[in-house]
């Protein structure tokens, strides 16, 4: 079993910045994928970041130059830092974990990011 906390989130204005944090913790074994994906009011869960234990990131690509994923300094974190925010990434988003051997999935319970215009 593997914790995912998150942190971060909030209410912004159009153009604002915010930052998300994520905290794995249990039975972690590498390689793994570690990201957020975000779904607003009607529509699916969408990946919007990951970064794989060596260093690999993918975005989406509404998010692309505007949002960095990273590593936190402390072990089996990652930080998401959203720049240029849109009313468009409203959204709950939520943490995500994928072990690359196991294939098993893990979810945060979620923050709200909303944008306002």
């Known amino acids: 079993q593997v914790q995912l906390v998150e942190s971060g989130g909030g209410l912004v204005q159009a153009g604002g910045s915010l930052r998300l944090s994520c905290a794995a913790s249990?039975?972690?074994?590498?390689?793994?994928?570690m990201g957020w994906y975000r779904q607003a009011p009607g529509k699916e869960r969408e990946l919007v970041a990951r970064?794989?234990?060596?260093?690999?990131?993918d975005y989406a690509e509404s998010v692309k130059g505007r949002f960095t994923i990273s590593k936190g300094n402390a072990k089996n974190t990652v930080n998401l830092r959203m720049n240029s925010l849109k009313p468009e990434d409203t959204a709950v988003y939520y943490c995500?974990?994928?072990?690359?051997?196991?294939?098993?999935?893990?979810w945060g319970q979620g923050t709200q990011v909303t944008v306002s215009s």
């Open positions: 249990g039975s972690i074994s590498s390689p793994y994928y």
């Open positions: 995500h974990f994928r072990s690359i051997v196991s294939a098993y999935v893990y």
């Open positions: 970064i794989r234990t060596e260093g690999i990131t």
